[in-house]
Every structure is written in C-alpha cells, then in structure tokens.
C-alpha cells in the first residue's frame, strides 16, 4: 500500500502565502514524477507544478513567479511554497506521483486527498 498525504491549506488574505506540503509513505522503491494540481469549483483539475520523469520543472502559466516547488527525495516529499496568493488561487489542491512499489516493475499513477487553500479577505 501507498499512500501520498497533504498539509498546509488554509484560508489566507490576498497577497498572503502558503506552504503545501505533501508526504509518500508505505512499501515504495522509487518515486519518480511528483507535483501538484488543484481544481477549484466547477472547473477541471488543472496541473500548478511538477517535477517531470528526468526531474525537470514545469508550472503552469497562471502561477509562474509566484509559486515554487521543492522536493526532498530522501523523505520522498514534495512542497509547494506559494507567494503572493490571489483569489483564483482558491481551490483543493492535490499531491500527485509516480510510484514503484517494492517488488514491482510496474509504475502507478497516485493522488492524495487533497488540502484546501483559501484565498479571501
């Protein structure tokens, strides 16, 4: 089993930040792709940022400057530091990786539960 958990949504003032934090636990020999999507109300989920397979970083347009993303391998954690937050930042945001458990050669595709960030004032 595997299983990815979230931290850090709040609610937050416009022109605040966040940290996001995010956590792989359980029978895992490597971690490859990891990032970091969110879907606001009635929208789709969309990609913010991601580490890609060859460790490349991709973010989206909407949130380039402003949003960084880090990663500790050796925790397989990922983090979503977030500057200057607006209100169509407002969404649940999800922990996203590609795992390969112990044992497999198969990789899978997992998702945490999602962390709630808040932007209002």
């Known amino acids: 089993q595997v299983h990815l958990v979230e931290s850090g949504g709040d609610l937050v003032q416009p022109g605040g930040s966040l940290t996001l934090s995010c956590g792989a636990s359980?029978?895992?020999?490597?971690?490859?792709?990891m990032g970091w999507h969110r879907q606001a109300p009635g929208k789709q989920r969309e990609m913010v940022a991601t580490?890609?397979?060859?460790?490349?970083?991709i973010y989206a347009e909407a949130v380039k400057g402003r949003f960084t993303i880090s990663r500790d391998n050796t925790k397989h954690m990922v983090f979503l530091q977030m500057n200057d937050l607006k209100p169509e930042d407002t969404a649940v945001y999800y922990c996203?990786?590609?795992?390969?458990?112990?044992?497999?050669?198969?990789?899978?595709?997992?998702w945490g539960q999602g962390t709630q960030v808040t932007v209002s004032s």
């Open positions: 359980g029978n895992i020999r490597n971690v490859g792709v």
């Open positions: 996203n990786a590609g795992i390969l458990q112990t044992g497999s050669v198969v990789w899978r595709d997992y």
């Open positions: 580490f890609t397979v060859r460790n490349d970083i």
